[in-house]
């Protein structure tokens, strides 16, 4: 099972402000990557699949690099509806796929 | 518009079933595979099954594998999870997600339903 992890746990931010967030998998898995973002009360939404190809209506600020095991997800200038959980998931191996432990982006 | 829709989440004791239902409109269903996600309260996201389009093709998490089943009728839109023996750690919210072919054999997931809830407990 690929493990990935995902840092900082909690990753304090002012608005306007660039986020970035790490996730490093315990193996490759090439460039098959998404990232996911999550309000309260509400279900992962996807922001970049492929490391670094936005979904579909996602904002430009959002960014995703990486492969094999490093990934990054860049958020340029954070924005009030940004703060939430982020998610990286591995889809390279299956079963399982896997997810990280998520980020949380919170309000400096 | 792009909808999955749970249904069939409840309170359930230790070594109980449940059947969760997923109902899927404004996308060709049969053109997808289709997994289930669940949730801890205040936990990460756990993947939990996937089956193909035509349901050739299936896999399960470790935890679940043996106790849960995957199905899907094309003809009526839907995705299905018998859960069978549950455990209390099979309490969760449990996502279902349209899962969109990448490149080669991977796929990730594009839609997600609001989720609904199951609890097992005596």
């Known amino acids: 099972e690929i493990v990935l992890t995902q840092s900082p746990a909690t990753l304090p931010v002012s608005p306007g402000e660039r986020a970035t967030l790490s996730c490093r998998a315990s193996?490759?898995?090439?460039?098959?990557l998404a990232w996911y973002q999550q309000k309260p009360g509400q279900a992962p939404r996807l922001l970049i699949y492929?490391?670094?190809t936005r979904a579909t209506g996602i904002p430009a600020r959002f960014s995703g690099s990486g492969s094999g095991t490093e990934f990054t997800l860049t958020i340029s200038s954070l924005q009030s509806e940004d703060f939430a959980v982020y998610y990286c998931?591995?889809?390279?191996?299956?079963?399982?796929?896997?997810f990280g432990q998520g980020t949380k982006v919170e309000i400096k | 518009e792009v909808q999955l829709v749970e249904s069939g989440g409840g309170v359930v004791r230790p070594g109980g079933s449940l059947r969760l239902s997923c109902a899927a409109s404004?996308?060709?269903?049969?053109?997808?595979?289709m997994s289930w996600v669940r949730q801890v309260t205040g936990k990460g996201l756990e993947w939990v099954s996937y089956i193909g389009w035509h349901g050739g093709r299936i896999g399960y998490a470790d935890s679940v594998k043996g106790r849960f089943t995957i199905s899907r009728d094309n003809a009526k839109n839907s995705l299905y999870l018998q859960m069978n023996s549950l455990r209390a750690e099979d309490t969760a919210l449990y996502y279902c997600a349209r899962s969109m072919r990448d490149w080669g054999d991977h796929y990730y997931m594009d839609v997600w339903g609001k989720g609904t809830t199951v609890t097992v407990s005596s």
């Open positions: 404004g996308f060709t269903f049969d053109d997808y595979g």
């Open positions: 998931q591995q889809y390279n191996n299956w079963p399982p796929w896997t």
């Open positions: 193996q490759s898995v090439s460039s098959s």
């Open positions: 492929g490391a670094s």
